[in-house]
């Protein structure tokens, strides 16, 4: 079997438009478990809203959360890889918001805090399927370790505050996008890739056994390091660009596609 490890981003990969995982896909998952290959999630959600992901797929292996600040166990909680945005990072980005008045979400022992209610919070919470805390004092948390910060606003005013933000922190953390509206700090080794390498030596596999599937920005590390890196039909097009492989979008049941083609087909 040349793949042994397969790592799947969610959001606009694994998932369709409706959130919804086709049956096919289902199906094409299950016997590529059934013969041995692991499988595990790739996402910049938090690990509680992941593991809502596994269950519907019968998963059993550690979970890549935070953009791979975090690799978590299902069974027993146990934690393998960890990665803390640095402190100082976290206090200049709240003190930046603060200033800007922008929306900033933070994760404290896999709970999501923000400062107050409004529409940016609660469409997140929604697309993630997670709840969230309030806490107006939110500075207060800076203190505390976390494995990611983001900032929610517009795709534009993203994008003309990145070169500021890279100036002053781009030696101290890793800033990628999962979404065009999601602008998102980790520690420098928090990146899908580190962790995509991690798990394949805990699995005893190479890099080369490895295909990592995904969409966006914060895919690009993962794509790197895997022996098969695929970008979706809909991926951002400099994702494409890397790309051992494209695949079908979301809708079209791509990641079906994927393992079928590289997987399945070797053990038909």
């Not at 806490?135 to 994008?159: A, G, T």
């Amino acid at each position: 079997m040349k793949y042994k490890m397969l790592a799947i981003d969610v959001d606009d990969t694994l998932i369709d438009d409706q959130k919804r995982i086709s049956d096919d896909t289902r199906q094409a998952l299950a016997r590529a478990l059934a013969i041995g290959v692991r499988v595990t999630l790739a996402t910049g959600r938090m690990h509680a809203s992941a593991k809502q992901i596994a269950a519907q797929l019968k998963l059993n292996v550690p979970l890549i959360s935070y953009q791979g600040a975090l690799i978590k166990n299902l069974e027993d909680g146990a934690v393998l890889y960890e990665r803390h945005v640095p402190i100082d990072a976290v206090q200049f980005l709240f003190d930046y918001a603060e200033r800007r008045h922008l929306h900033i979400q933070a994760y404290v022992d896999d709970e999501l805090y923000v400062k107050e209610d409004n529409e940016k919070i609660q469409a997140y919470s929604r697309l993630s399927d997670v709840p969230y805390r309030i806490e107006p004092d939110i500075e207060k948390l800076s203190r505390l370790p976390m494995p990611k910060v983001i900032i929610i606003d517009e795709p534009d005013k993203l994008d003309s505050l990145m070169p500021e933000l890279i100036e002053q922190l781009g030696e101290q953390v890793h800033i990628t996008k999962s979404k065009p509206n999601f602008l998102e700090f980790m520690h420098k080794e928090g990146t899908k890739g580190h962790a995509v390498a991690y798990l394949a030596k805990h699995f005893n596999c190479s890099l080369d056994e490895v295909i990592g599937i995904g969409d966006s920005w914060n895919d690009k590390e993962m794509l790197e390091v895997a022996g098969l890196g695929v970008a979706m039909g809909n991926a951002v097009q400099p994702l494409k660009e890397i790309a051992d492989y494209i695949t079908h979008t979301n809708n079209e049941d791509g990641v079906c596609h994927v393992v079928e083609k590289f997987i399945l087909s070797d053990n038909d």
